[in-house]
């Protein structure tokens, strides 16, 4: 049973001797799949699923044999025709070597990945909707979005976010394409090179079918993935995952970090930030917003080695910054050096580092005296001076810069964003489509902060776009910031 995976297929109908050499089958545990109707013995107990199975199509019962015995498909060679591999994993695709582009702003763009009932998903199925690399121009930027399907007998709607995030770092194992972000803020840039090798959007479906049964085979049985390059596919895909987003992050419920003593690091984007360091509390997930405490843990359990360790918290050093003696001593570790301490809850005072798929930046606003965060998907000027992506620059790289922060949307509304600086009080200035897509959560939290009047007097970019303006509006509506301490110096 347990070191000869065989199976018998029964074709036709089933003599009385058939039944007798079947029942011996069993008995070792080999289980008998038939495209006959023959009585069904359904229950497990000697084999490790069914026993018997009958009435299965004939471009079925291949995969369904392999699925009730329990066996593993190994995929040993990534059949693409570009060099693939971890060595590949921190290219950067730079302008002169860029043919084309999806999502980060230019496209829409989304990536996700859901578990299905094993008879939803056929195996090693890659399909592609829409134009392909080879029907478009240099210069010609497409829509994508990549929606993956799994089913497997151990496989657990929790594992759905970790599966997904490893899109990242296994679409970067490809020589010439370089991925950023995740969920619906993902962004793929296909280099001069790849193309010039025969690259194809299939090939991204081919290296996720096959990386994800070499690295997750223990809980996946089956890999379907879909990917679709004209709007409105994208945009179902995109209505659809922003469902199964919403569905994830209402997992913690009323889960503090005061109640747990572990949390989770990450370090899945070292590849691009050796010393980046993120970690993961309750009340503050993954600054990528694709990873929150509950998908750290169960991370943790699919590949203990993995990048998502637990990490004691140890002494609290200060609870209002978020400082702990254990975290400082992980981090230092995991960075070699590069960061020896950490403050979970403080933009100024050792803020978290980053690498570059951050879905917002928090910056501070010195004459506001307050905090502006501007997300991915805004494409104009903010008060800073800045916009999105030379922000980027300030917040990334895995460097702590005092006042610059990668920050998720959902800890926009969390009750320990910038608490060492006064919390959301400290809001000044958020982007119209932020504002309106949190809206429902930030008031919310100005209820319970006992000022409902709050969500009013924080600015937008039809506020204005420098500091002067929002200065000017925030001293009309009479924004608590201008009367808090002094956040710099």
Partial sequence: ?????????????VSD????????????????????????????????????????????????????????????????????????????????????????????????LISKEMDEVEDGKVILEGPDICDIEQGQN????????????????????????????LTNYIQGIMHMGQRNIMWVRIGKAAVEKGFSFKHIGVVLHGKLHQDFGAILDKIQVKIFTEKDKVEQVQQMARKVYEARDLRLGAMTDETEDVFYSCTLC?????????????????????????????SYQINPTGPNQPVEKGECL????????????????????AVTKVSCYSLMIDPMTACGCFEAIAAMLPQCNGIMVVNRDYMGMTPSGMKFTTLAGMAGGGMQ??????????????????MAEGGVKRLVWIPKMLKDEIGEKLKERCVEIGMPELFDMIATEEQGTTEEEILEFLKEKGHPALEMEEAIG
């Fill in 17 to 112: 001797e058939w039944y007798a050499n079947a029942a011996g089958a069993i008995n070792w545990g080999f289980p008998t799949i038939s495209d006959y109707d023959i009585p069904e013995i359904l229950p497990t107990g000697i084999c490790t699923y069914e026993h018997v199975v009958s009435n299965v199509p004939h471009d079925e019962i291949v995969q369904k044999a392999i699925e009730v015995r329990g066996l593993k498909i190994n995929v040993t060679k990534i059949d693409i025709p570009m060099s693939f591999g971890p060595a590949f994993e921190g290219e950067r695709v730079r302008k002169d070597d860029l043919f084309m582009e999806c999502g980060g702003g230019r496209t829409p763009a989304v990536e996700v």
């Fill in 1 to 13: 049973k347990d070191r000869t995976f065989a199976f018998v297929i029964a074709f036709g109908p």
């Fill in 270 to 298: 070292q590849s691009f930030a050796p010393s980046h360091v993120c970690i993961i509390t309750p009340e503050r997930i993954g600054m990528c917003g694709a990873y929150n405490w509950l998908d750290g843990k169960a």
């Fill in 401 to 418: 810069t005092p006042g610059f922060m990668g920050v998720s949307k959902h800890y926009m509304t969390s009750k320990k964003l910038f």
């Fill in 142 to 169: 497409l829509p994508l979005a990549i929606l993956v399907e799994v089913a497997g007998r151990e496989m657990q709607s929790d594992f759905e976010p970790i599966l997904e995030r490893q899109f990242h770092h």
């Fill in 318 to 337: 200060d609870p209002i910054k978020g400082s702990f003696a254990g975290i400082n001593d992980f981090v230092n570790q995991a960075s070699r050096g």
